[in-house]
């Protein structure tokens, strides 16, 4: 952890290989909007992580030399406001795009999976355009206020351990029991009731 900066670590292709990935956060424009990794070199991180303790650096020195940065976008600040329009409806990351401070993304893209899969075999649902939008809107109403969250608060915690927050600055009790509260609302879900409550809602918005 460092002011701007990260770097994680965790082992890879059954313990073989160590990943390494450094966070680096700037004010600077992506470079090329056509492409989501830009090339780079191994002299690029030491540079960008000096200052860091000397076993990050022994690390960066033990990496390839070809590097990709990859660029990190989300809907943070361009929510969508539903996702769904007629018989068209999103899901996944192109319906709440976040960042991998949580972990969660692909978590959450196979909540939206079980939902919309519950909905659509629903008997109700016939196929007829009235039954297919409804159905549409029932995911995007039970989707929308959880993913967004995870948006939010995945967007939040980068800024967390990179000490950017000013209410919470370098205090780890603070830190931590922030990061505690935020995984146990992503890890305390039951997918079961999820999509009972979406059937519910389907049956409510389909008998108006």
């Known amino acids: 952890m460092g002011t701007g900066r990260h770097v994680l670590t965790f082992p890879i292709n059954h313990g073989k290989k160590?990943?390494?990935?450094?966070?680096?956060t700037t004010d600077k424009d992506?470079?090329?909007y056509s492409r989501t990794t830009l090339p780079a070199h191994r002299s690029e991180a030491i540079?960008?992580?000096?200052g860091f303790g000397p076993n990050v650096m022994k690390l960066l020195e033990l990496i390839e030399q070809d590097l990709d940065i990859w660029?990190?976008?989300d809907l943070d600040q361009n929510a969508l406001e539903r996702f769904n329009k007629g018989k068209i409806c999103v899901v996944g990351d192109?319906?709440?795009?976040?960042?991998?401070?949580?972990?969660?993304?692909?978590?959450?893209?196979?909540?939206?999976?079980a939902v919309m899969a519950t909905i659509l075999a629903d008997p109700a649902v016939t196929g007829e355009k009235d039954t297919i939008e409804k159905?549409?809107?029932?995911?995007?109403?039970e989707r929308k206020t959880r993913t967004q969250w995870l948006v939010n608060h995945s967007k939040r915690q980068g800024d967390l351990i990179e000490w950017?927050?000013?209410?919470?600055?370098?205090?780890?009790?603070?830190?931590?029991?922030?990061?505690?509260?935020?995984?146990?609302?992503?890890e305390k879900m039951d997918v079961h009731e999820l999509c009972a409550n979406a059937i519910k809602t389907l049956h409510e918005k389909l008998r108006n």
């Open 164 to 186: 950017s927050l000013p209410d919470v600055g370098r205090d780890f009790a603070k830190i931590e029991q922030e990061i505690t509260a935020s995984n146990f609302y992503i």
């Open 18 to 24: 160590l990943n390494l990935v450094g966070f680096c």
């Open 135 to 141: 159905a549409f809107e029932t995911y995007s109403a």
């Open 47 to 50: 540079r960008d992580f000096q």
């Open 94 to 113: 192109a319906a709440h795009a976040t960042t991998p401070h949580h972990g969660s993304g692909a978590g959450f893209c196979i909540e939206d999976a």
């Open 71 to 73: 660029g990190i976008f």
């Open 30 to 32: 992506w470079a090329d």
